[in-house]
């Protein structure tokens, strides 16, 4: 079976700069894995993102080597118009991807582009406002929305061109953590609805644990950990690369090796209570 | 040091921002400010410079009326950093940088050097001396908006949203930070929504929630009180929730997973 | 700017006239400006602007377009002071000036009831190229987002000592120099954010996009076009032909 997405060996550095922003770096995801990509800051996570949405090579040139492909086709290959349909960007600043006077009419960015007819415009675009719950928004003007709702509507106008994979940069960042618990609910349920698959760049992986598959950790353009979030977050270098390992996680490592607690799977604060009373007692 | 009396602030669109606050920070404090977005938590931190004058009740710095004073008066004792460097970097170097506020404050020139060198080297920032502070990357601009307020020696420093965008290395600067000005006898008033970053500081704690303060005490008080914090949707730490869901526990919740794994292995006493 | 803003920035109506296609609001607007060019005499101009006047009361802006009419009467009044010391004519110099506010008057009476939507249907319509007419509804939807982050970076500088209140002219247009770069900078950072959005969803895939909305012409937007032409011919040839002869 094909991986919807793999890196080989890329390597990518920008003409004004001394060293490569990615070194080498090998990945392979299936399609409707959700994938945590993270890394301290300056690590190059930017670059390999649009490396894989093809803004890299077409937007940014730069020394490029290796090779990035999508549902099989090469990314370096491939035009923005088809990367578009198969790669959607979340970018970080909900604000500057939201061209127009409307909510609804912003959705329809992407069609209108891909001259998609309108019957069937109207037919994702409701779709989309709908799966990403902003209906009473449709009509509104995206200045008077808070962040979580422009994030909302930036989303959706990337689900209405139905892409396989979808890039999300840093998306609860400006976000509350119960907004961003929300927003994570939404990834989970759109893999779980649609078999869309995601690459998730974040600090703040106590929120992400429950719904990522994988964690990619990287640094300094190479990629030095990748495995289940127990994997990565149990393993000794994760502090070393400034990983946030969440508290309760914390607690778990240190009462395994003494063996006070289970290492074979991630524990939430109710369930590592409960396990320390059972050993306790 | 700060009073806030019966605050209430009214936007021009009739959105009550700001209802009822009754607030007092002592000198030397440590206070964190937590809430949803939207909850007040900027607007609160925008009257105590008078940015924002309130619609009625006073807000005292220094027994000075923030109504009849200008934010640059205020701002020579409470430093304001911002959650978007982008939002004042202009000048052609990052010494310049420095020196911008400390010319405004009125610092004779060779005072203005010896501070600016100080805080360049307080926060490593001495290679980019010459340097443009728009090249600097999102962490150095952050270090260098707070060098800035630092070469003034506010005696209040206030830290709006500082961890957004940050990891876990430069989070962990920041509490070394936060506990240097604290240790100096700063009052240091921190607003966040990272309910994990703050945790292991202990600050007094004060939950706002539409405009008004619903809980104002000690973090072991507060973020224990599980049905408040649902309410105002703030999240509660980690090692508090695995605290509260123990049948057998100390007196009071787990600052860090050292004191939990002591307690743990220490028989459970 | 209070005049720029109550002159010239839409704001939601609910009136017919707003529901009206914006060709039609366009073109009214147009005839009126045209007809304005063509009076010959105060008389005359008096009769077209009590006309707009009746217009701006049936589209529910009266009150807007008084005021404007106001505030550019100030201004008028200068245009009637130089043409009177250049030509020592009365009756011209009346003219000019009037003419200038009813002028500005059928212009304003277009932007107020027409939002930035219908703008960009009818800039389509008429054929400008896509990316001109993409920058400028850009530019217009990010009008309040630099407003607000022009206050932003105000209080960011207000708070690091910077006194924009204070000095002589020179002091205080040194002291918009903090206030302008970050505002460049921000929206230089921001069109390069813009653009690597509009590459990812695919801006420029197709030499003509579709268009969600629709604009069609309804029954009444005909009509009222056809009965707006007939009332510009009548008017027309009154002016010339007809009132002359009976008044100066």
Redesign the interface.
Same mark, same amino acid.
């Given at each position: 079976m094909v991986n919807l997405l793999e890196l080989d060996k890329l390597s990518f550095r920008y003409p004004d700069s001394p060293r490569k922003a990615v070194v080498d770096f090998d990945l392979a995801v299936s399609e409707g894995e959700v994938v945590v990509l993270a890394?301290?800051?300056?690590c190059g996570k930017s670059t390999l993102l649009?490396a894989i949405?093809?803004?890299i090579p +077409?937007?940014y040139t730069g020394e490029y080597s290796g090779d990035v492909r999508v549902a099989g086709s090469s990314v370096r290959a491939s035009?923005?118009?088809d990367l578009?349909?198969t790669v959607?960007?979340l970018?970080q *600043?909900p604000? *500057?991807?939201?061209?127009?006077? #409307?909510v609804?009419?912003d959705v329809?960015?992407?069609?209108?582009?891909?001259?998609?007819?309108?019957p069937e415009?109207?037919r994702r %675009?409701d779709e989309a406002i709908d799966l990403l719950g902003i209906e009473n928004l449709s009509q509104r003007a995206?200045?008077e929305l808070?962040?979580?709702q422009k994030q909302r509507v930036a989303l959706a106008?990337?689900l209405a061109?139905r892409p396989r994979l979808i890039i999300l940069d840093?998306p609860t960042?400006?976000?509350?953590?119960? #907004?961003a618990m929300e927003l994570v609910d939404l990834v989970a349920s759109l893999r779980k609805q649609l078999g869309t698959t995601f690459v998730v760049v974040e +600090?703040r992986l106590?929120l992400l644990v429950k719904v990522a598959d994988r964690i990619v950790v990287m640094n300094a353009g190479a990629k030095v950990l990748d495995g289940t979030p127990r994997d990565v977050l149990f393993g000794e270098e994760a502090d070393g690369y400034? %990983?946030?390992v969440?508290? %309760?996680t914390?607690?778990q490592k240190?009462?395994a090796k003494?063996g006070?607690a289970p290492d074979d799977r991630l524990l939430s604060?109710?369930e590592?209570?409960?396990t320390?009373?059972r050993k306790?007692a | 040091m700060i009073e806030f009396s019966d605050v209430t602030f009214v936007h021009d669109n009739g959105v009550k921002a700001l209802d009822g606050i009754t607030l007092k920070v002592d000198a030397g404090e440590t206070v964190a400010i937590v809430g949803e977005n939207g909850a007040g938590k900027t607007t609160l931190v925008k009257h105590v410079t008078g940015l924002l004058k309130p619609t009625s009740g006073t807000v005292l710095v220094d027994e000075v009326d923030t109504r009849t004073t200008s934010t640059a008066t205020l701002s020579r004792k409470v430093g304001v950093a911002f959650q978007n460097p982008d939002h004042q970097l202009f000048s052609e170097s990052v010494e310049e940088e420095m020196a911008f506020a400390l010319r405004n404050f009125g610092f004779p020139p060779h005072l203005v050097e010896q501070r600016v060198s100080w805080g360049l080297q307080l926060f490593g920032l001495e290679e980019y001396r010459k340097s443009s502070p728009l090249v600097l990357s999102g962490g150095e601009k952050k270090r260098l908006t707070l060098a800035c307020i630092l070469a003034w020696d506010p005696g209040v420093v206030i830290l709006d949203e500082p961890t957004v965008g940050q990891d876990a290395i430069q989070k962990e600067k920041l509490v070394g930070t936060i506990r240097m000005l604290g240790s100096t006898g700063k009052t240091v008033i921190v607003v966040s929504h990272d309910i994990e970053f703050l945790w292991p500081l202990q600050p007094r704690v004060v939950v706002m929630k539409s405009g008004r303060i619903v809980a104002d005490g000690l973090a072991k008080e507060v973020m224990a009180k599980k049905e408040m914090l649902e309410s105002a949707r703030v999240a509660q730490p980690q090692l508090v929730s695995f605290y509260q869901a123990l049948a057998r526990r100390p007196g009071s919740p787990f600052v860090d997973a050292l004191e939990a794994r002591r307690w743990i292995e220490g028989g459970q006493q | 700017m209070m005049w720029l803003s109550g002159g010239f920035i839409f704001r939601k109506g609910t009136s017919k006239y707003h529901r009206l296609d914006p060709r039609v609001k366009l073109l009214i607007s147009a005839l009126m400006f045209v007809t304005t060019l063509m009076v010959r005499s105060v008389f005359q101009l008096a009769i077209v602007l009590a006309f707009m006047v009746a217009v701006a009361a049936i589209a529910t802006v009266l009150r807007r377009v008084a005021r404007t009419m106001v505030l550019t009467a100030t201004f008028s009044v200068f245009i009637f002071i130089i043409n009177i010391v250049f030509t020592r004519n009365l009756e011209t110099s009346a003219l000019y000036a009037s003419r200038f506010v009813a002028i500005v008057v059928s212009t304003s009476l277009f932007f107020i009831t027409t939002s930035p939507d219908e703008l960009e249907q009818v800039m389509k319509m008429f054929r400008l190229p896509r990316d001109v007419v993409f920058a400028f509804v850009t530019a217009v939807r990010f009008i309040p987002v630099m407003m607000l982050d022009a206050l932003q970076i105000m209080d960011a500088q207000k708070s690091r000592g910077l006194e924009l209140e204070k000095g002589n002219l020179l002091r205080r247009v040194r002291n918009m120099i903090p206030i302008l770069i970050p505002l460049v900078v921000n929206a230089v950072v921001r069109s390069g954010e813009l653009a690597e959005a509009m590459e990812s969803r695919a801006y420029g895939a197709v030499a003509r996009p579709t268009s969600l909305a629709e604009y069609r012409a309804r029954t009444v937007d005909k009509v009222v076009a056809v009965v707006a032409v007939l009332t510009f011919a009548f008017a027309v040839y009154s002016f010339y032909f007809l009132l002359p002869t009976f008044l100066p």
């Open positions: 890394g301290p800051s300056g649009r949405n093809g803004l +077409h937007m035009s923005m118009r578009a349909q959607g960007f970018f *600043n604000e *500057n991807q939201i061209f127009m006077f #409307t609804e009419r329809a960015f992407g069609l209108e582009n891909l001259g998609v007819p309108r415009m109207r %675009v995206p200045h808070s962040d979580g106008g990337v061109m840093e960042s400006l976000l509350d953590p119960k #907004t +600090h106590d400034g %990983v946030s969440p508290a %309760v914390r607690l240190m009462l003494d006070l604060a109710a590592l209570a409960s320390v009373e306790g | - | -």
